[in-house]
């Protein structure tokens, strides 16, 4: 994909929800990715200070390029989300936005060259950092039918989990299964034949379920928000855009159990408010009742933005 072509997904619905409270406030940009949130919000807040945070170095390096007109308004971590809201609680400094865009990008799709695109002869990797944790090769050659089951069903809630963890094991007999487009073509042997040549590649699940436990997605989100919200300025606010409902869930939870009720009387400021049952936990106005999804035109444009939705919250004090 071409450096400058990439569209960022919900753009204006991130902007119109995400206002800094004032003009020099430090934004982290989760998952800077190709850095289009980035650009916006840099264009849009020329005072805004902001960090981006991507675990792939590839990715990154991209960003970078696309950046240094912005010179030293940006500086870059490359690391886990999780790990870094997780350092990030100790210094002083605390962000005023905060947005996640989860997921992979287009890129690691079309050039990465590590098993996330059904379509290669590539190598079945699928980490976002290659120096770190288990490729997805070793799952689908290592873990027995059951493991694998509990993972296409978990993570890709794919229907036909159990045959198509079978068909694995037993097409790995005749030599390891090393190549994504080996493993795509054999889940579509695999699933019934009404199933096989639809719309949307039968193996799409299970590659969203081994692409999820290769990189323990949903832990990492888990984890990243707990500190992530307990690192926001005063009044500061945080979005995520989820594309499938596990995603989403558990962005609804965090900011469920730290809701704060809005005071019924009128008069009382929203921050007065009694925090009623989130435990010691950072209270959050959420601003988004129902989550936010793209509007058709964006959809028709780039139909990758289809399941998207945004959820976005407000610290209390
Ligand atoms: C959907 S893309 C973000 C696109 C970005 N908002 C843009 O406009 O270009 C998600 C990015 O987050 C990164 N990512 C996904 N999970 C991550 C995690 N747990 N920690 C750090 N980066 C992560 C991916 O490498 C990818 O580049």
Redesign the pocket.
């Known amino acids: 994909m071409a450096e400058g072509g ?1 569209v ?2 919900m ?1 204006r619905e991130t902007l119109e929800y995400l206002v800094p409270a004032a003009p020099d406030i430090l934004m982290v ?10 650009i916006a919000f840099l264009e849009r807040y020329p005072g805004l200070r902001l960090i981006g ?4 170095a590839e ?1 990154q390096a991209i ?1 970078k390029r696309r950046l240094v007109p912005y010179g030293e308004r940006v500086s870059f971590s490359r ?6 809201f997780k350092d990030f609680r100790g210094k002083e400094e605390r962000p005023g936005l905060i ?1 996640f ?5 287009m ?2 799709f079309r050039e990465a060259k590590r098993g996330f695109s059904m379509q290669g002869e590539e190598a079945l990797d699928m980490r ?1 950092d290659p120096m770190t944790g288990r490729p997805a090769s070793e799952l689908v050659n290592e873990l027995d039918a059951r493991d694998l089951t509990k993972i296409l069903e978990d993570y890709g809630e794919e229907p036909f989990a159990w045959r198509i963890a079978e068909a694995i094991v037993r097409d790995r007999k005749a030599g390891p299964i090393d190549s994504a487009r080996r493993l795509a073509e054999l889940i579509r042997q695999a699933v019934p034949s009404k199933v096989r040549y639809g719309r949307v590649h039968p193996a799409t699940r299970s590659f969203q379920a081994l692409r999820i436990a290769v ?1 323990d ?1 949903l832990g ?2 888990r984890r ?1 928000l707990e500190d992530a919200i307990e690192c926001l300025a005063p009044g500061g606010i945080i979005g995520a ?1 989820s ?1 499938h409902s596990l995603e989403d869930r558990i962005v609804k939870f965090a900011f469920r159990e730290r809701a704060i009720r809005p005071s019924r009387d009128r008069y009382r400021r929203e921050a007065e408010a009694p925090i009623p049952h989130n435990e010691g936990k950072r209270g959050l106005f959420v601003l988004t009742k129902r989550p936010v999804e793209p509007a058709e035109d964006e959809v028709a444009a780039n139909p990758a933005s289809r399941s998207a939705k945004l959820r976005v919250a407000r610290a209390a004090d």
């Open positions: 990439h960022p997904v753009l940009d989760a998952t800077q990715g190709l850095a289009g949130h980035s945070v991507d675990a792939d990715v960003a690391c886990y989300f999780d790990e870094f947005l865009d989860f997921g992979v990008s890129y690691h976002l990189n997605e990492r989100i990243a855009i594309f």
